[in-house]
């Protein structure tokens, strides 16, 4: 049996440091930030945590994602196809600076990509 592409990309502590750097990255992207504007500390831990529990259980990992489904998740926030775009920049450099491989980080791309119709909405 094929290793899952949870175990190829490191395992739990891979995947959240990557949620981690993600999320900054994108807190401090001049595209992406006001997605991040006026939410508390903790209102951040909770969605950071969320993003770990789903990329784990969207592997293979053996975690219970417990969020909403993405198109709920993402309504209302008007996310743009240069939302998205710049989105999937960070997402490949984050994983580069992670040394994951391109095979991996190309898994990931069309993983997300197949979320893309429930995430951008204008």
Request: with cysteine; net charge negative; aromatic share 10%.
């Amino acid at each position: 049996m094929p290793a899952t592409l949870y175990s190829r990309l490191g395992g739990y502590d891979t995947i959240a440091t990557f949620a981690t750097k993600l999320i900054a990255q994108m807190q401090s992207d001049s595209v992406l930030r006001r997605f991040w504007t006026n939410r508390c500390a903790d209102w951040n831990a909770r969605e950071r945590q969320h993003l770990i529990n789903y990329l784990v259980q969207e592997t293979g990992g053996q975690m219970y994602y417990t969020g909403r489904e993405m198109a709920l998740a993402h309504e209302g926030l008007q996310i743009t196809e240069v939302d998205w775009q710049r989105f999937i920049e960070i997402v490949s450099r984050v994983a580069g600076e992670l040394g994951v491989s391109a095979m991996e980080r190309g898994e990931v791309i069309a993983f997300l990509d197949r979320l893309k119709g429930d995430i951008v909405t204008s």
